[in-house]
């Protein structure tokens, strides 16, 4: 399994971002996703996760009510929509996913990584 994101980028304070991420090889159309952030200096955190098929989702605290991730399995894509962003959203965003179809905001549970997509936010 292979998982690219794009759509990262240098934004002002307020913006939006919309963030995407395509699966190739084994299909994941059973397979909870997430997405997850590292700041430089500072560990990879969860930012929100979805199972297979849409019905369940979690945020971390500091992105609900501001992030939306959603899916479209036909198109075996991962997105992530990112309204009213602010210095501290600054961060290498990563997509995961699992084996499994249950969400979970474990980054030690998820079995397949992206490569990363940067978002800068200034202020």
């Known amino acids: 399994v292979q998982l690219v994101e794009s759509g990262g980028g240098l934004v002002q304070t307020g913006a939006s971002l919309r963030l995407s991420c395509v699966a190739s090889g084994r299909p994941l159309s059973t397979a909870a996703m997430g997405w997850f952030r590292q700041a430089s200096g500072k560990e990879r955190e969860f930012v929100a996760t979805i199972n297979y098929i849409s019905s369940i989702t979690y945020y971390a605290g500091s992105v609900k009510g501001r992030f939306t991730i959603s899916r479209h399995n036909g198109k075996k894509t991962l997105y992530l929509q990112m309204n009213s962003l602010n210095p501290e959203d600054t961060a290498v965003y990563y997509c995961?996913?699992?084996?499994?179809?249950?969400?979970?905001?474990?980054?030690?549970?998820?079995?397949?990584w992206g490569q990363g997509t940067q978002v800068t936010v200034s202020s």
């Open positions: 995961a996913a699992r084996r499994t179809y249950s969400a979970s905001s474990s980054l030690t549970e998820y079995d397949y």
